[in-house]
């Protein structure tokens, strides 16, 4: 037994949703596999990661804090103090040698790369050699004024040192108070990055990963790998962009000189980057883990778990696709045969109500026959000529070959002494018999009314009220002209005149074909459509053939055998 469309129409609904179900709950599997795999790893990095930013801090601290701590005890020195408090001192004939003897036996001591003295009673700057220069408000006096604008007691910053052979030195900066806390001016040791560079290299040897000291900008100030005095932005290297707003929130954390770290992957250079704060160098230390196999293995992953998924997910859906479109064939089959079913009774209906007319109608003979072969003919050539391209396909000639047996259905309002009288009509019985056509139009929308397929019937209605129509408008019931005449009735007029010229009549005698193909030659562009009798006599052969095998009754079979596609579809 079949199953119905509603039993169909549920499996079909059931299949997809089970395919939904398993696609969903497949997904949700490897999303949760990959999402643990990969927050697993992150935290390991993550550990890893805080160990080396502590062990590097370590190495760094005590390069860093011991210049901090001698130059600040520098700075408290009470000879010094006592020395730049006196204003004698600074008219004395020996005080640049003084100074310059001063900043020598500090570098000698402690050996530091450079040393200078900046006196806040008249901007001067000495160095270890001596005068160096009057400092001013320029860009180059920066570093000073960055030192005098801080609460705490000292600054750092790199620059390239003139006194050190223009090689780039890190300084600590820090202020000299008197007693009464006024400023004296700043004193400044030098330290040269290649001691900073040299413990960044042994990190780097021993751990595999890369440090960099990064300022609040985003430059790269001291790395390994930086070369000459340029100045490059860390931001814009490899990815690093998305710790932008990491290190901006870092840098307003950092207001309390408390350390803040941050960290995350960087998949564009296949690391993982953390960087902590370094309050003594107000910079931030930055380190660059290569995370080796890690986004590569994860990759791999996700693509070969990917490729089994989509792999099942197929396999599954062309199982379910086959089930679906044998049901859908099976479907098809049964409405294809409901459907042929339903035309073979349409079919009948029409061609039983047309025959009902005519043998009514004793002086048309097989008129309907002929006449639904002429307008398949016709509408052929049309086709094949090109004409009205936007109207004629097959589905359109199907219907109206279907409709043409019920051209003349109105004449069944028509009184049997008018439809078959022997003789020529009256003009008042002419009248009467006009009517058949409005009459048929009637009939055929009452059907339509109550029949679901209306726009079969509609050409059927068409071809019944319009097809006495004439194309200058002088025809009946409405009188159209032209275009406004309905297609499918101008067709039905041809055939209908060809018919009514090689058939017997009450009021006249059949004209041989050549008579009757020169009326409809004369009757183009009066009567009839000038295309549609183009194409009529395109097909002229075709017509002869039809003329002469339908010349006595026959059955209905005998218009099906010459219109198999029509009435056996």
Same mark, same amino acid.
């Given at each position: ?72 005890? *520098? ?68 570093? %000073? ?55 960044? *290299? ?109 792999? =099942?997910?197929?396999?599954?859906? %062309?199982?379910?696709?086959? =089930? ?24 009948? *209906? ?45 589905? %359109? ?15 069944i309002m028509v009184p049997d002494a008018i439809l078959n009288k022997p003789g020529k009509l009256t003009d008042e019985e002419y009248t009467l018999m006009k009517t058949h056509a409005a009459a048929g139009g009637e009939v055929i929308g009452h059907i339509i009314s109550i029949v679901p397929d209306s726009d079969y019937l509609d050409i059927a209605k ?35 005149? %060809? ?71």
């Amino acid at each position: 037994m079949k199953p119905t469309p509603l039993q169909s129409t549920k499996l079909l609904r059931t299949t997809l949703i089970i395919a939904v179900v398993l696609f969903l709950g497949f997904s949700a599997i490897a999303a949760m596999y990959f999402q643990s795999y990969y927050d697993d790893a992150i935290r390991r990095m993550r550990s890893e990661a805080e160990k080396e930013v502590a062990a590097i801090h370590a190495s760094l601290y005590p390069l860093l804090i011991r210049e901090v701590n001698i130059s600040t005890a *520098m700075a408290n020195d009470g000879f010094l103090i006592s020395y730049l408090s006196n204003p004698e001192s600074y008219t004395a004939e020996d005080f640049e040698r003084v100074l310059k003897n001063y900043l020598q036996g500090c570098m000698k001591i402690y050996r530091f790369d450079a040393a200078f003295l900046l006196l806040a009673e008249n901007n001067t700057l000495y160095s270890q050699k001596g005068f160096a220069r009057i400092v001013s408000d320029d860009a180059a006096s920066a570093t %000073f004024s960055a030192t005098l604008a801080r609460e705490r007691a000292y600054d750092i910053s790199i620059d390239t040192d003139k006194i050190a052979n223009n090689e780039q030195t890190i300084f600590v900066n820090c202020k000299i108070l008197g007693r009464s806390d006024e400023l004296l001016g700043i004193i400044g040791v030098g330290i040269h990055t290649y001691r900073i560079v040299d413990a960044l *290299m042994t990190f780097e040897v021993e751990s595999g990963a890369k440090a960099s000291l990064i300022g609040k900008d985003g430059n790269i100030e001291v790395s390994t790998s930086r070369k000459g005095l340029e100045r490059v932005d860390w931001l814009d290297r490899n990815g690093n962009d998305i710790f932008r707003d990491d290190l901006e929130r870092a840098k307003t954390a950092n207001a309390h000189d408390g350390e803040v770290a941050f960290a995350g992957g960087n998949s564009a250079s296949g690391s993982y980057v953390s960087g902590r704060y370094l309050p003594e160098l107000s910079w931030f230390l930055v380190v660059e883990h290569p995370t080796g196999d890690f986004y590569d293995n994860l990759r791999r992953s996700i693509l070969g778990t990917a490729f089994v998924f989509i792999t =099942v997910l197929i396999i599954v859906l %062309f199982v379910i696709a086959h =089930v679906i479109r044998s049901f859908e064939q099976e479907i098809r089959g049964m409405s294809e045969e409901r459907e042929r079913n339903l035309a073979a009774m349409r079919d009948a *209906m029409m061609l039983t109500l047309a025959d009902l007319v005519e043998s009514r109608d004793k002086n048309t003979g097989q008129h309907i026959r002929k006449t639904a072969a002429y307008v398949r003919i016709v509408l052929e050539s049309l086709q094949r000529l090109g004409t009205f391209p936007d109207i004629i396909d097959e589905d %359109f000639i199907v219907k109206v070959v279907r409709s043409a047996p019920l051209h003349d259905i109105g004449k069944i309002m028509v009184p049997d002494a008018i439809l078959n009288k022997p003789g020529k009509l009256t003009d008042e019985e002419y009248t009467l018999m006009k009517t058949h056509a409005a009459a048929g139009g009637e009939v055929i929308g009452h059907i339509i009314s109550i029949v679901p397929d209306s726009d079969y019937l509609d050409i059927a209605k068409d071809i019944a009220t319009h097809h006495h129509e004439k194309w200058n408008g002088q025809g009946y019931p409405d009188g159209l002209s032209g275009g406004a005449i309905p297609l499918a009735a101008r067709v039905m007029a041809i055939a209908d005149v %060809f018919d009514a010229l090689v058939s017997n009549r009450p009021y006249k005698k059949v004209f041989t074909l050549e008579k009757a193909f020169a009326i409809l030659r004369e009757e183009s562009g009066k009567l009839l459509d000038p295309r549609v009798v183009d194409a009529f006599f395109a097909a002229e052969s075709e017509v002869v053939k039809v003329e002469e095998q339908i010349r006595e009754p026959d059955p209905i079979e005998g218009v099906q055998q010459l219109m198999p596609r029509f009435y056996n579809a």
